[in-house]
């Protein structure tokens, strides 16, 4: 009886197992299904949030603290990461172009010209080619957010001075900038970095994570970065200066948050004479190349620039592909617009009739009847049509020239018709409705 009950229990367990699989097998598409469908929302959302303030700060910490003019010059630059990483090769590639020469060289590449500029500081390209990833975000940021990126810029230079870690040095001049007149300052003057020599710069190096304080962004800690070989010598030590001339000709007005440009350096170092009203920096989304824009917001204001260009250059080159193509048939368009013209048409009608005198009254008479009538006249029919003539007002004319007629007409019902006159092609030259004889004409 034992046996015969545990016989029976390993019958059900081995049916139960189908249904247990079963039961796993559909539960997991379920558990996945609900694990990957709020994927796409979430990017969505990543794609429109805006940066927050401790973004911002990690992104700008690195070089919050570089002259004013350096500073600005990379947050344009970074909103062409593309270009930013081919001119960091051609500089590493090309290390003495310097000076006259490597104002020469910039005159032959499509960079924009603030990726250009940062060509005369080769250890800042290097540091955006290296942190990629980081450039990207930061020229994001910039597009999307400019005001807040500025402001962020301020906050942590307000904060390395508290530190005692921003002051003037023989590399470059700290001061506060003052309210423009007819601005009430909301806050504390904006400080203002600026080098010794204008036209030498020597680039700020030190640890974010110790010159302003205490890192008020555990979450978000920014990254230390040097040139290779360099050893710092205190908290904000400086690389070897180099002579930039007019490359760097960035600015900022922080009292407005905007860039600026400065217009007569600007001029020098590109070979250009641009007159800019107000002289603030607009990004142009021709140099973006193909990384797209990661806001929603930024994406719409410059994509559909983009988009019109695009448009533009596409309708150019239709056009221009389009005359090269039917050039040829453009001169015999000319050439049918000129025979159709009634006087052109009579002289091909009385072309074959030189024995008519041209100032006999009742010649004239007949070739103004004739004008007026081929300007009334219907377009010949195309030649693939085989209706070689239709009817106007009761009259027939012909519209093509017709074959030769037989001698005989075809035989009908068994009566032979006569013959038919002989064809005469000056009959039909005015659409078989004038012929001349002795002067006279009749109809």
């Not at 142009?284 to 204001?301: C, D, I, L, S």
Request: with cysteine; glycine share 6%.
């Amino acid at each position: 009886m034992t046996h015969k009950i545990s016989t029976r229990m390993r019958r059900l367990a081995l049916c139960a197992v189908p249904l247990v699989l079963a039961c796993n097998v559909g539960a997991v598409p379920a558990r996945a299904q609900a694990a990957t469908a709020p994927a796409p929302a979430q990017s969505q959302t990543q794609n429109q949030q805006s940066f927050s303030q401790a973004q911002i700060a990690q992104l700008v910490a690195p070089i919050a603290l570089y002259p004013d003019p350096l500073l600005t010059q990379i947050l344009m630059a970074s909103t062409y990461p593309l270009e930013v990483v081919e001119a960091a090769r051609w500089s590493s590639s090309n290390p003495s172009v310097t000076g006259q020469a490597l104002e020469n060289a910039m005159q032959n590449q499509s960079w924009d010209p603030s990726v250009k500029a940062l060509t005369s500081v080769p250890q800042t390209l290097e540091m955006m080619s290296n942190k990629l990833a980081w450039m990207e975000e930061l020229g994001d940021a910039f597009l999307a957010q400019q005001q807040d990126v500025l402001a962020a810029v301020q906050n942590l230079r307000a904060e390395a001075q508290a530190a005692g870690n921003l002051k003037s040095t023989p590399q470059q001049v700290v001061t506060t900038e003052p309210a423009p007149a007819g601005v009430a300052p909301s806050g504390p003057p904006p400080i203002v970095i600026q080098p010794v020599d204008p036209d030498v710069y020597y680039v700020p190096v030190y640890n974010p994570a110790v010159v302003y304080g205490a890192w008020g962004y555990p979450d978000y800690p920014p990254f230390y970065w040097s040139p290779p070989g360099f050893v710092a010598s205190n908290i904000v030590s400086f690389t070897a200066g180099v002579a930039v001339g007019a490359a760097i000709w960035g600015g900022c007005n922080w009292w407005n948050h905007n860039v600026i440009i400065n217009v007569n350096r600007y001029n020098v170092f590109n070979r250009t004479n641009i007159n800019i009203a107000n002289n603030v920096w607009v990004h142009n989304p021709a140099h973006r190349g193909n990384v797209p824009y990661r806001n929603a917001a930024v994406a719409e204001r410059f994509g559909r620039s983009d988009q019109m260009a695009a448009r533009e250059s596409l309708r150019d080159r239709v056009d221009a592909e389009h005359e090269d193509l039917f050039k040829d048939r453009l001169d015999a368009k000319q050439d049918e617009a000129l025979r159709n013209r009634p006087d052109a048409r009579l002289d091909d009608a009385f072309k074959d009739r030189a024995d008519i005198p041209r100032d006999r009254p009742d010649v004239q008479d007949a070739l103004r009847r004739v004008e007026g009538d081929a300007d009334r006249r219907i377009e010949p029919a195309p030649p693939e049509r085989h209706d070689d003539a239709r009817r106007d007002g009761g009259d027939r004319q012909v519209e093509r020239a017709m074959p030769e007629r037989r001698d005989a007409a075809p035989v009908r019902d068994n009566v032979r018709r006569p013959r038919a006159q002989g064809f005469h092609p000056e009959h039909r030259a005015m659409g078989g409705r004038f012929d001349f004889h002795g002067g006279r004409h009749r109809l």
